[in-house]
């Protein structure tokens, strides 16, 4: 059988890979006395609060299940306009609201919606792989560009600028950032946006853990800076929601009735049922519980990053959101005497019974030397992956 060029593009998202080989190993010790420890998936442990859960069972029971308009239900991109609002102060139209499957959805509307064949996107390395593959599957071309810590690991207007060709139809960035957690500081995502607009280009902005910013000076959208931004949301990370695949995105007024058609055709609609749901997470008693699974996020944040510096798995920059450390595993590795961040995730995996994320998936600077672990899991279980490292690292 022939499988498409295209198809052919997409890497393996090892992320996933990894996680099946956990997933294996894990079914060996369940019953030894070091199970394994999963800190390798962007997943919150928290699921859906009970109000979100009765909304759900309401939305069945009511027969409340048939399908939607391609945009979503109008009561939701409403409280979603009304979040923007409360949360961040921003007014955002409910009609330039698309409610999707899933922020990867929202990715591939934007990227079918935007790109001809041979676009070029600006993107950071290190960056969530599959953002440059929504990219690919359109048939354009993700131009990674590498960043450093004192950069936070984020593209600067500079940068845009010496890196944008005859090809380059814009960006596409992620504050706060999968696998760094750092955000782009509100003044430079002006510049880099006034950057993209000089050029006649579009800026894509993945803020899918906004909401889980920890620093004020950060946690602001894109959205503030004028109606051209696109930003991708999503209701699995701040909204813990993750397999019932909804997210959202925003988009300019002229964009509504292209990305319409193309959801129309790909999609039909968001899960009726999880939209349903979805509407009792903007409810006073549902935000409340968020907000106090978030300062639980920060709160193993603080406890981790610095436990993961004194194993000497270096954290260069402390994370603002979402729930990742990017660390740098190069003197670890040469401690346990393998070469690179891969090798080193399935010593951590075989010896330590720990599961993390290695750089491969993230790109190709400087990759091969960091880390990912997520805080998504509980305090109990970070704790313990920190007396099995000290364990295994001394």
Same mark, same amino acid.
């Given at each position: 059988?022939?499988?498409?060029?295209?198809?052919?593009?997409?890497?393996?998202?090892?992320?996933?890979?990894?996680a099946?080989?956990? $997933?294996?190993?894990?079914?060996?010790v369940a019953?030894?006395?070091?199970?394994?420890?999963?800190?390798?998936?962007?997943?919150?442990?928290?699921?859906?609060?009970?109000?979100?859960?009765?909304?759900?069972?309401?939305?069945?029971?009511?027969?409340?299940?048939?399908?939607?308009?391609?945009?979503?239900?109008?009561?939701?991109?409403?409280?979603?306009?009304?979040?923007?609002?409360?949360?961040?102060?921003?007014?955002?139209?409910?009609?330039?609201?698309?409610?999707?499957?899933?922020?990867?959805?929202?990715?591939?509307?934007?990227?079918l919606?935007?790109?001809?064949?041979?676009?070029?996107?600006?993107?950071?390395?290190?960056?969530?792989?599959?953002?440059?593959?929504?990219?690919?599957?359109?048939?354009?071309?993700?131009?990674?560009?590498?960043?450093?810590?004192?950069?936070?690991?984020?593209?600067?207007?500079?940068?845009?600028?010496?890196?944008w060709?005859?090809?380059?139809?814009?960006?596409?960035?992620?504050?706060?950032?999968?696998?760094?957690?750092?955000?782009?500081?509100?003044?430079?995502?002006?510049?880099?946006?006034?950057?993209?607009?000089?050029?006649g280009?579009?800026?894509?902005?993945?803020?899918?853990?906004?909401?889980l910013?920890?620093d004020?000076?950060y946690?602001?959208?894109?959205?503030?800076?004028?109606?051209?931004?696109?930003?991708?949301?999503?209701?699995?990370?701040?909204?813990?929601?993750?397999?019932?695949?909804?997210?959202?995105?925003?988009?300019?007024?002229?964009?509504?009735?292209?990305?319409?058609?193309?959801?129309?055709?790909?999609?039909?609609?968001?899960?009726?049922v999880?939209?349903?749901?979805?509407?009792?997470?903007?409810?006073a008693?549902?935000?409340?519980?968020?907000?106090?699974?978030?300062?639980?996020?920060?709160?193993?944040?603080?406890?981790?990053?610095?436990?993961?510096?004194?194993?000497?798995?270096?954290?260069p920059?402390?994370?603002?959101?979402?729930?990742?450390?990017?660390?740098?595993?190069?003197?670890?590795?040469?401690?346990?005497?393998?070469?690179?961040?891969?090798?080193?995730?399935?010593?951590?995996?075989?010896?330590?019974?720990?599961?993390?994320?290695?750089?491969?998936?993230?790109?190709?600077?400087?990759?091969?030397?960091f880390?990912?672990?997520?805080?998504?899991?509980?305090?109990?279980?970070? $704790?313990?992956?920190?007396?099995?490292?000290?364990?295994?690292?001394?």
């Open positions: 059988m022939k499988i498409s060029a295209r198809a052919e593009r997409i890497e393996p998202f090892y992320v996933m890979e990894v099946k080989a956990a $997933q294996a190993l894990a079914r060996e019953h030894g006395s070091r199970p394994m420890i999963f800190l390798n998936i962007g997943e919150p442990d928290f699921t859906a609060p009970p109000l979100v859960l009765e909304a759900a069972t309401r939305a069945m029971r009511d027969g409340a299940t048939q399908y939607t308009q391609a945009m979503g239900l109008d009561a939701l991109r409403e409280r979603i306009s009304g979040w923007y609002a409360d949360r961040f102060g921003v007014r955002v139209p409910a009609r330039r609201i698309v409610v999707t499957a899933g922020a990867s959805a929202a990715l591939q509307l934007a990227c919606a935007l790109l001809d064949v041979g676009d070029e996107v600006l993107m950071p390395d290190p960056s969530y792989p599959c953002n440059r593959h929504f990219v690919s599957a359109a048939d354009g071309r993700a131009v990674l560009i590498p960043t450093t810590a004192a950069e936070r690991y984020q593209l600067s207007a500079a940068k845009v600028e010496a890196a060709g005859p090809r380059t139809r814009g960006v596409l960035l992620a504050s706060p950032s999968n696998p760094t957690g750092t955000s782009i500081d509100p003044q430079e995502m002006r510049r880099i946006h006034a950057a993209v607009q000089a050029r280009g579009v800026a894509i902005v993945d803020e899918i853990y906004l909401g910013s920890y004020d000076a946690g602001q959208t894109a959205l503030a800076i004028d109606d051209s931004v696109i930003s991708i949301n999503s209701f699995s990370k701040y909204f813990n929601m993750t397999g019932w695949r909804l997210g959202w995105m925003v988009v300019p007024d002229a964009l509504v009735p292209v990305v319409e058609r193309l959801a129309q055709n790909l999609f039909i609609c968001a899960s009726t999880s939209q349903h749901a979805a509407l009792a997470c903007f409810e008693e549902s935000i409340a519980e968020y907000e106090r699974r978030r300062a639980a996020f920060k709160a193993r944040r603080d406890y981790f990053i610095p436990q993961l510096d004194a194993l000497g798995l270096a954290v920059v402390r994370p603002d959101g979402a729930f990742y450390a990017w660390a740098d595993c190069a003197r670890a590795s040469e401690k346990l005497g393998v070469q690179d961040s891969w090798d080193f995730a399935y010593a951590l995996m075989r010896e330590a019974h720990l599961a993390i994320t290695p750089g491969r998936d993230f790109g190709t600077a400087e990759t091969t030397r880390v990912r672990f997520s805080t998504a899991s509980s305090m109990e279980h970070l $704790q313990e992956a920190v007396a099995r490292l000290r364990q295994l690292l001394g």
